[in-house]
């Protein structure tokens, strides 16, 4: 008896604490919030564990928030609160996961690029399971040991002293626990000063692995530049090369000039040699010329969607999206390099045709036709170099023009996405204090009946218009009608409201007429929704022969589904059974128990 009073003194003690918390003033809306942040974080991949703990607590107390017992709406609210901070620690655990993924994603493109980069980062599994045991003593004990892990990996610095509450309500239940080690309030503060310390240790991580993310960038950057480089190092070698041997064979071709005659033939050959290479330069040159525009398409796509989703998107895909702009924009500096290199080649051959023209005047070892061609060939090359000139020139303006346009949008929708977070953390702001403002409206109003009445009113005209809309809506308010009619409970057939046995006389299965009237009232409800069915089913005490308790049963639930087919619910609807004294919800030891016994329940579910 002593223990008994010990633990319910210890229950009070712990229910009074709560009520001074801010926590305990939470709404069912905050709780939905915290959980779709987590959602939207990618918490059903990355941290699924925390993530369907949430969404089962969330449930619960959606399903009981309005409820008319007062310990279950208690209960509603205590499961709305542990929903909350496991979906906050979802949030968090998906936000550290996230990071690690683009820390990893840079080592492997640093390795790609011929770098290394290894790092020993903290890391846990999406999935990873929580054992805290059977008993609520053990259930503190492993909130205990979180807290501890939170505390030696930083937790501290987590703002709002999130680890000194949670250290301080899990004192609370330690205390329960010493009188009771089967306790619910005590497991209530375990789970949420659990929960408090996973989100202050996957904080701490976040925050060690984020100091890692820009000097990979710079890295990943820096290889990545260099890798541009050596190939950019690798083309100019190749092509000083071609320059040097189209330098060699001009030559060769101006020395057989000044002998024609002897060595036409040869001349011919070196000409028709001389001529490839021109073909084969100005082929270099389109396929450069289109390698770029479609480098320029590229990158201009890959831009668009950054632009796009620094607007909306996650980091971590805003990061993927600036690599790959990265990439595309090294990609195009290299194609741009080789038409540099491309117009250099062109301005050599130009050069050194001139000096062999000038030469061949000079000397006077070339006849006028060949003069002439050689002034023709001139002239060609030079017009092709001036062409190329001011394409290359025209298009590296367009593209810095481009290029200054993109970065003031980019800047822009960065300037809007944080402008956007600032409102949503002041909107965010407004609506918790419009919501604890309502909620000291909600404590005033109960004091006077009047104006609670008035309020319930308010809230039944807001639910019949959502009911218009949402067939949901519908059938919660059905079931809240049937409440006020009979009896109510829900469990996993469905939602059974409960007929007593004083709708038949004693071993009747003829209706009473007031029994008559209830039946009419529910099938009304009942004709609100054509998507439910009923199931009714008769029971009976142990009174009797199991034989007659079986057939009594069966003949008062035929009656029950006769007149709600006879108040317009359609036969297919309904189906009826007995169950005798096989199914007793009371004791059969007593007149009070067999009074309960003897029934017939409507089990209510959908089609």
Do not use: C
């Not at 290029?403 to 402008?419: G, P, S």
């Amino acid at each position: 008896m002593q223990r008994s009073l010990v633990t319910t003194f210890l229950a009070l003690m712990m229910a009074a604490s709560l009520a001074a918390q801010p926590d305990q003033a939470i709404t069912i809306d905050q709780a939905q919030q915290a959980f779709n942040a987590a959602q939207t974080a990618g918490a059903a991949t990355l941290a699924r564990e925390l993530y369907d703990e949430a969404q089962w607590r969330l449930r619960q107390a959606h399903e009981n928030w309005d409820a008319k017992k007062r310990d279950d709406r208690d209960n509603a609210r205590i499961k709305a609160l542990e929903a909350l901070w496991a979906s906050r620690a979802a949030l968090a655990k998906s936000q550290w996961l996230s990071a690690n993924a683009s820390i990893r994603g840079l080592q492997g493109d640093i390795v790609r690029f011929g770098g290394n980069a290894p790092l020993d980062i903290e890391d846990e599994a999406a999935g990873l399971a929580f054992a805290r045991g059977t008993t609520s003593k053990q259930r503190v004990e492993s909130a205990q040991r979180a807290i501890d892990r939170a505390k030696a990996a930083g937790g501290q610095s987590v703002p709002a002293n999130e680890l000194s509450i949670a250290q301080a309500n899990l004192d609370s239940a330690k205390k329960i626990v010493k009188v009771d080690s089967q306790n619910d309030s005590a497991d209530h503060l375990a789970y949420v000063a659990e929960m408090r310390a996973r989100r202050a240790l996957y904080l701490a991580f976040l925050t060690d692995s984020i100091k890692y993310l820009q000097p990979l960038q710079m890295e990943r950057t820096r290889l990545a530049q260099a890798a541009a480089e050596l190939s950019a190092a690798a083309e100019r070698t190749r092509r000083e090369q071609a320059e040097r041997e189209a330098a060699e064979m001009q030559r060769r071709l101006a020395v057989e000039a000044s002998s024609r005659e002897a060595q036409a033939v040869e001349v011919d050959r070196l000409r028709q040699q001389v001529e490839e290479n021109r073909r084969m330069m100005e082929q270099r040159v389109e396929q450069d010329r289109l390698a770029r525009i479609e480098a320029q398409r590229q990158l201009d796509d890959v831009m668009k969607r950054y632009e796009s989703a620094i607007g909306s998107a996650s980091s971590a895909e805003i990061e993927t999206l600036r690599r790959q702009v990265e990439d595309q924009q090294i990609s195009l500096r290299a194609i741009q390099e080789r038409e540099r290199l491309n117009e250099q080649s062109l301005s050599a051959e130009i050069n050194s045709l001139r000096g062999e023209l000038q030469t061949s005047r000079d000397q006077g070892s070339a006849n006028v036709q060949l003069l002439s061609e050689r002034q023709a060939e001139l002239q060609r090359r030079e017009e092709e170099f001036q062409r190329l000139r001011r394409d290359r020139e025209q298009d590296l303006s367009q593209r810095a023009d481009l290029d200054r346009q993109r970065q003031e949008a980019i800047a822009e929708a960065q300037t809007r996405r944080q402008q956007a977070e600032a409102q949503a953390q002041e909107l965010r702001m407004q609506v918790e204090q419009a919501q604890q403002q309502t909620e000291k409206t909600k404590a005033e109003l109960e004091l006077t009946r009047q104006q609670a009445l008035s309020a319930q009113a308010d809230l039944d005209r807001a639910r019949l218009e959502l009911a218009a809309r949402d067939v949901e809506a519908r059938r919660m308010k059905m079931q809240a009608e049937l409440s006020r009619l009979a009896s109510t409970r829900s469990d996993q057939r469905g939602f059974i409201v409960t007929l007593p046995g004083i709708f038949f006389d004693t071993g009747k299965s003829d209706l009473k007429a007031g029994a008559r009237n209830t039946l009419t009232k529910i099938a009304e409800q009942l004709r609100s929704d054509d998507s439910v069915r009923v199931a009714v089913e008769g029971h009976t005490d142990n009174v009797g022969s199991e034989e007659s308790n079986q057939a009594l049963s069966e003949k008062r639930a035929n009656a029950v589904r006769d007149l709600l087919a006879s108040a317009g619910i359609t036969t297919d609807r309904i189906g009826s059974s007995g169950r005798g004294e096989s199914t007793p919800i009371a004791t059969n030891k007593t007149a009070a128990g067999r009074q309960q016994n003897r029934r017939v329940e409507l089990v209510i579910t959908n089609q």
